[in-house]
């Protein structure tokens, strides 16, 4: 019999092919080399050398990989997860930026673009050459985006576009924006350059989360686009709500990430600091703290797994992307929270990752439907009464 893994404890990633497994050491061998060395000053100034960090990502293959054809890798769902969990393990941030840019921004011209929009932004995208950004959430239309100000309306053949949106991620280093409006016919979406006249990208300055990640605020004062910028097809709210539900998916398995690194510091060091005359981990109340984090880190694993399994499958519903986003993200943020007690002092401190992890899961249980949202996409799945008004 073999003894458990103190990392793997389940042995999940047995689960997965060579094939995912080689992607997994690649990617978290960029990860440790690239990115942790760096990640701490990155937070601390609220920076982020985004042309450089796409350039790296595009060429691991790491952006829209899950999608097929121009210049995608059109990897499983599984290895998808995977990447975003060792992105993750960094930091939320990273995870973040590769979403965005994967899940919304590419993912929505590659689902509701037309072939040409498709072909001018899909391969420069997948290959770092140029950013996208994904503009749904406004200053006062968050958790009901329905109710959102931004309009399109028409002039002659073209669009012209006016309004604000907030707390966009890369929207200050993008050059396109997916940008969702109302119109005289819905809710409809926008392939917008950012070099467009009339459109403006301001920094969301002070943020104490998620600070290795650009945030933005839009804005839209009379952007003029031709007819071809609309996403031809969709309407209302479908549109964009597909995107999250991508975006959602890679969170879930993400956050495992982050949990992972919080609870592997808090037994490097409890293993390695001494008090009382013998290492912390050897005391009755630090193991039952660690046997508490094993156990969710790994669960959120499991949940992440089978989750992955279920999109691959073709199975998935935007209930299951629900239950998986609430449970793990809540996870997440217990590890987190009980590691940096488990650090004492040195636990606050940007030198050790953990509280960098507490503070940018507050932003992973905001963004992308709040964990209230969920709970009531939950409810109803299992009422059928909704609950939301
Ligand atoms: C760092 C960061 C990056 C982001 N990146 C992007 C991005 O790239 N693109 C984008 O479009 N958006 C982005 N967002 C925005 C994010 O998706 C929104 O913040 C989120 O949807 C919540 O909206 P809100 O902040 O307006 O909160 P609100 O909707 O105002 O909610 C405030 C609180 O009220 C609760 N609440 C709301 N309605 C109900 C109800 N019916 N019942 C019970 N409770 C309710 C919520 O759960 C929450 O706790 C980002 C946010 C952050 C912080």
């Known amino acids: 019999m073999t003894k458990p893994d103190a990392h793997d404890f389940l042995d999940l990633d047995a689960e997965l092919s060579g ?5 997994r050491d690649a990617v978290r061998a960029f990860a440790n080399d690239q990115l942790l060395p760096n990640v701490a000053e990155w937070y601390e100034s609220g920076s982020l050398p985004a042309a450089e960090l796409a ?5 691991l293959g790491l952006l829209g990989m899950h999608l097929e054809g121009y210049g995608c890798a059109g990897t499983s769902a599984v290895a998808y997860g995977i990447a975003c969990r060792e992105l993750e393990a960094v930091d939320s941030g990273l995870r973040s930026f590769v979403s965005v840019q994967g899940s919304l921004a590419m993912y929505a011209i590659y689902k509701w673009g037309s072939e040409e929009q498709k072909q001018e932004w899909l391969p420069r995208m997948a290959a770092g050459e140029a950013l996208g950004c994904f503009g749904l959430t406004e200053p ?3 958790s009901d985006p329905g109710s959102m ?3 399109a309306v028409r002039d002659g053949k073209d669009w012209v576009l006016t309004g604000a949106k907030m707390w966009i991620t ?6 396109v924006a997916v940008v969702w409006a109302q119109t005289d016919d819905g809710i409809r979406g926008f392939v917008v350059p950012t070099d467009t006249p009339g459109f403006t990208a301001n920094e969301v300055k002070h943020k104490l989360s998620l600070r290795a990640s650009l945030t933005a605020e839009l804005v839209l004062d009379g952007v003029r686009l031709p007819e071809s910028a609309a996403f031809p097809e969709v309407r209302g709210l479908r549109g964009p709500l597909s995107c999250l539900n ?12 982050a949990a992972r690194s919080c609870y592997e510091s808090a037994l490097e060091y409890t293993l390695s600091r001494e008090q009382f005359g013998k290492p912390l981990a050897g005391f009755q109340l630090t193991q039952r703290k660690l046997a508490d984090l094993v156990v969710e880190v790994n669960r959120a694993g499991l949940v992440a797994l089978q989750i992955g399994k279920l999109k691959d499958a073709g199975k998935l519903h935007h209930n299951h992307v629900s239950f998986g986003k609430m449970a793990n993200v809540r996870s997440a943020i217990e590890v987190a929270r009980t590691a940096r007690a ?3 002092a040195n636990g606050i401190s940007l030198e050790y990752p953990v509280m960098r992890h507490m503070a940018n899961l507050e932003t992973v249980l905001t963004y992308e439907g709040t964990e209230e949202m969920h709970a009531l996409s939950l409810g109803q799945s299992v009422t059928g009464l909704a609950a939301f008004r």
Do not use: C, H, P, S
């Not at 350039?55 to 060429?59: A, E, H, V």
């Not at 991508?246 to 990430?257: D, N, Q, S, T, W």
């Open 19 to 23: 094939e995912v497994r080689d992607m």
């Open 246 to 257: 991508e975006a959602r998916y890679g969170i879930l398995y993400g956050v495992v990430g």
């Open 342 to 344: 488990m650090l004492g």
């Open 55 to 59: 350039k790296g990502f595009g060429q």
């Open 149 to 151: 100000r931004t309009r």
């Open 140 to 142: 006062d239309a968050g």
């Open 170 to 175: 890369n929207g200050t280093v993008a050059q």
